[in-house]
């Protein structure tokens, strides 16, 4: 009786110490098969957590462990590391009286002290979710970044709260190293932002930035976006809700289907709203016209799809970028202008509006908002200079795939040439010596006719007509002017000239001179605007149909003739005109 007495006395005095030994809650996050490579696993983790031991399992293993912690804080940094995707995912909770003996720290130190409390807001990093575990860092804690251990950096991230953890997260996004959700968890795509942007810095890519790194980074971020002052802006009269450089650009008019904002303080930014009804046609009509504007240069990238279109372009002097939504039978967008040395904020004002920009309820802008231009091509330039060629000369099509023959006055000192309506050509013969050249587009293209050239000379005082652009790019429908042929020899008498009685203007140089049946007897040559000589308004001179035929063929391009088709007989004034119409073609010099 008494012996059992002290048994029971002897039990009762042991559970406060296996309470005790219960209360030891520890992470378990790897175990070896031996100390050696227990102790190699531990030092690697030892490099990021303060607070790593090692323990000799009764299982003969040896288990790498994160704690001690009390119960709850055990299960809560298990679910935000293995979130984090910081320990491996098949990490768990241990309880101090599975192991038999203390192997790390080496010499029997006690454990660090536990971090500091990771917020409870932490989550999956969703950027990184589908991201295979990162491999840890190798770094030592003997190993010192500039102002903090590794350990340490560890813990002053720890005190983060869930804002500063975002706006860390938001300051990786615009320097352009962090891809992710703004979600304040510092999962693998962050750590490799943190790591990338470490790199770039010249520090050591550890994945976990010390307190004066993310102080310089923070810092470089707070006085950009206060440079650039973005900030939301709702524009009730077009239905737009948009961030917008608010530092760079103030509102300066409505001109329908434009809101204008002007540059402040010299900044180089403009910005244009837009907002309008319409549809796929609509849409169609203003991506063409936008690209004839001077704030969007010719040189970048664009695509128009069904609903939507934009256009890049930079030159010289500016540039632009323009994003343009159709939704339910309205059309809104937007388009930035700035100067190439602004091009690294542009790129982030850019991509701040297009990932906020959102149409707000079923209105455009008022078509009698402010002081609408009346302009023509659908009224849609409003105030923006278009932009045109250096000039434009007249041009006629040799043969069905859009073969154009013109003065070479009009490709001459030109970055780029069109044809018709905006294609891009290229010159295949520029002949300096009959004023003739030749132009390729870049596609083959479907004129709806093309010139037969005369193969016999024509009569003088025969009647002729001159299908050209004399005002240039005004008018997008060729003029024909009528006149006679006043002689077969130049005005100094030389030959492959034609003399024409005929008043015709700087942009008709290049255009085909036909005759009665609407066969090219000529192309008009520039008039002569040097030296003392002021030829009366009716006087024009041509390169005869013989002289062209034979500048065709030595470049290998041989010409119809009017010998090779079935013969015609003199054409109504009318069938003339229209005859002359589709021959004739613009061309357009741009510099």
């Not at 804690?141 to 590794?150: F, G, I, V």
């Amino acid at each position: 009786m008494r012996f059992a007495a002290v048994l029971l006395c002897l039990a009762l005095s042991l559970v406060p110490l296996v309470a005790a030994a219960q209360e030891q809650v520890w992470v378990q996050i790897e175990a070896r098969p031996t100390r050696s490579e227990g102790e190699e696993r531990a030092r690697a983790y030892a490099g990021v957590f303060p607070n790593v031991a090692g323990f000799a399992m009764s299982t003969g293993w040896y288990a790498i462990v994160l704690g001690p912690y009390s119960r709850a804080e055990a299960d809560r940094q298990l679910r935000v590391l293995k979130g984090e995707r910081l320990i491996p995912a098949d990490s768990y909770i241990a309880f101090g009286d599975r192991f038999t003996g203390r192997f790390w720290p080496q010499g029997g130190a006690a454990a660090a002290p536990a971090p500091a409390p990771v917020p409870e807001t932490a989550a999956p990093d969703s950027a990184a979710a589908a991201a295979p575990d990162p491999a840890l860092p190798t770094t030592s804690p003997q190993t010192a970044l500039p102002d903090e251990t590794p350990a340490e950096a560890r813990a002053a991230e720890g005190l983060l709260t869930g804002d500063e953890r975002r706006e860390l997260q938001s300051a990786l996004q615009w320097d352009g190293f962090y891809q992710g959700a703004i979600d304040g968890a510092f999962g693998a795509g962050s750590r490799r932002s943190m790591a990338a942007w470490q790199e770039a810095m010249g520090y050591e890519p550890t994945g976990v930035l010390t307190s004066a790194q993310r102080a310089g980074l923070l810092d470089h971020f707070r006085a950009e976006q206060a440079a650039i002052g973005l900030q939301v802006l709702t524009e009730s009269e077009a239905g737009i809700e948009v961030p917008y450089p608010a530092a760079l650009v103030e509102f300066d008019r409505y001109e329908p289907p434009f809101v204008h904002f002007r540059e402040r303080d010299g900044s180089g930014f403009r910005l244009i709203l837009i907002s309008e009804a319409g549809d796929q046609t609509t849409l169609a009509g203003l991506y063409d016209l936008m690209q004839t504007l001077e704030i969007v240069p010719v040189e970048g990238e664009r695509q128009l799809g069904r609903d939507s279109f934009t256009i890049a372009g930079q030159n010289g002097d500016l540039a632009s970028y323009s994003d343009v939504r159709l939704s339910g039978g309205l059309i809104k967008g937007f388009t930035l202008v700035w100067r190439p040395a602004e091009a690294a904020r542009a790129a982030r004002v850019v991509e701040a509006m297009k990932a906020g920009f959102r149409p707000l309820g079923d209105r455009a802008l008022d078509e009698g908002l402010g002081q609408p231009l009346a302009v023509d091509r659908a009224d849609l330039v409003s105030g923006l200079e278009v932009r045109r060629p250096a000039l434009s000369r007249s041009g006629f099509w040799l043969d069905a795939d859009g073969l154009v023959a013109t003065t070479a006055e009009a490709v001459r000192g030109c970055a780029r040439v069109t044809v018709g309506d905006g294609h891009e050509a290229a010159a295949v013969l520029d002949d300096a010596a009959s004023g003739l050249a030749v132009l390729k587009p870049g596609a083959p293209l479907a004129p709806r006719a093309h010139a037969l050239i005369s193969a016999a000379p024509p009569r003088i005082g025969a009647d002729i007509a001159i299908p050209g652009f004399p005002y240039e790019d005004t008018l997008d429908t060729a003029v024909v002017t009528f006149g006679t042929l006043a002689d077969s020899r130049g005005l100094d008498g030389e030959g492959g000239r034609a003399r024409l009685t005929a008043t015709t203007r700087p942009g008709d140089a290049g255009a085909a001179v036909l005759n009665g049946a609407g066969q090219v007897v000529g192309m008009l040559l520039p008039r002569d605007g040097g030296g003392t000589r002021v030829l009366p308004d009716d006087t024009a001179v041509a390169l005869d149909a013989g002289t062209l035929a034979a500048a065709l063929a030595a470049a290998g391009l041989l010409p119809a003739t009017a010998a090779e088709a079935a013969p015609g007989g003199q054409l109504a004034p009318e069938d003339l005109t229209r005859l002359g119409r589709d021959l004739a073609v613009i061309v357009s010099c741009w510099r």
